[in-house]
């Protein structure tokens, strides 16, 4: 199998795309766990790091004592397993328990990683090709327009065809054209005419042209959907869950698990976190991939790990190591990918998680082309979801880690720093003997 590169170069609901993986996919759906079976041992952290394992604890600690967070979760591993762990602070602002290292939380965007795997095995197996118009297996697509021109004081636009149509590759990269709300003033102001109500979009720009962060990967799971035949919570249960013994991940959290899920907290302006009510996790029956599954950080590691290992994991084929290094590679030839400038400040800050102008993006990963010192290798792959949850797989040296909290708005800058803080004490142990 072969993957050439990308040369360089409805109703409401319908026209600004399905919006339930809303920056970054907020809060559209639950996690399961349920009576699934026991998660699969994983190796335990080596006695010889108790040294660095002090000093990342110290870093989350004091995070909470600083209100930078009110609860944090933080995993690294390597291709043998975990070499760190920690969980700080509570779960919400009662503080009645501490948080506990599996405590659930809703991972957002960072579904579109596992939407984009799932595409791919589809590819893997013949039923889908990248570069052909992805509406043969998603008609919707067919419908949709291009924003020509935009007047948002009057209300008035002009839509047009698009000069080529989308491909899965294009959705796979954020080059298809679609936007969010939060990502594009355009799309934040825009309200179609009645006649327009089925049109599909409306496109940023011509597939292919540019990069924008939107809705393209909540395509990708309706075209999942279409193409295997089931829903996606089943599709991603059957295919990538289970195999990777990801039983603390889904869509739907079950009754017996609410008491582990984490209340977000809002940032106010003096610097204050405010929790919301603990309340149930509400069932969904309708799952997008763009955003709205629950995960922890145990069950996120075991893909990362996954991914790490070329595919693999305890002796499971979720990928092929051929198809791992495509998707890890950069598909969008010269387009700067990664930034964002927020059109609704209360759900995101702006983002600029690489050096300006030198990031790109993968098959559903964002890719830095330069290495950080003390941080990530060049190649390194990343993506967060909107409360504050961050991970990076750095193929390069073997490391990878997520750290999970439930902050709004986006981008939240103490977390931020809190982020590289644990990135860059995990590093420091890198050549510490085990």
Known sequence: MRIPPQAPGLSRRRVLGVLCGLAFGAGCGTSPTGNAPAPATIEAIPPTASGRTAQIDAVLASAVERNDVVGVVALAIDTHGVTYRGAFGTADEAGGEPIGPDAVFRIASRTKPVTSGAAMQLFERGAIA??????????????????????????????????????????????????????????????????DADVV?????????????GTSTDWTGRLVEAVSGQRLDEYFTDHIFDPLHMFDTGFNVPEADWPRTVVPAQRQADGALVHGPRSDPAPVTAFSGGGGLWSTAADYGRFMQMWLNGGSLDGRQ????????????????????????SALPDMSNDFTPTAPGRGRFGLGFLINLDDQPGRRAAGSLAWAGIYNTYFWIDPTSGVAGVILTQVLPFADSRVLTVFETFERSVYAGVAEPR
């Open 201 to 213: 979009g409306p496109l940023l720009f011509d597939p292919g042209t540019s990069w924008w962060y």
């Open 130 to 195: 990248l570069d052909e118009p992805a509406a043969r297996y998603l008609p919707d697509l067919a419908e949709v327009q291009v924003l020509e021109r935009f007047d948002a004081e009057r209300g008035t636009y002009e839509l047009r065809s698009p000069a080529s149509p989308i491909t899965l590759r294009q959705l796979l990269t954020h080059t298809a054209g679609f936007g969010y709300p939060f990502s594009s003033d355009t799309l934040r102001d825009f309200q179609p005419r009645p006649e």
């Open 318 to 341: 979720v990928l092929s190591a051929e198809t791992v290094a495509a998707m890890s590679s950069n598909h969008v030839g010269a387009l700067a990918a990664g930034s964002i400038v």
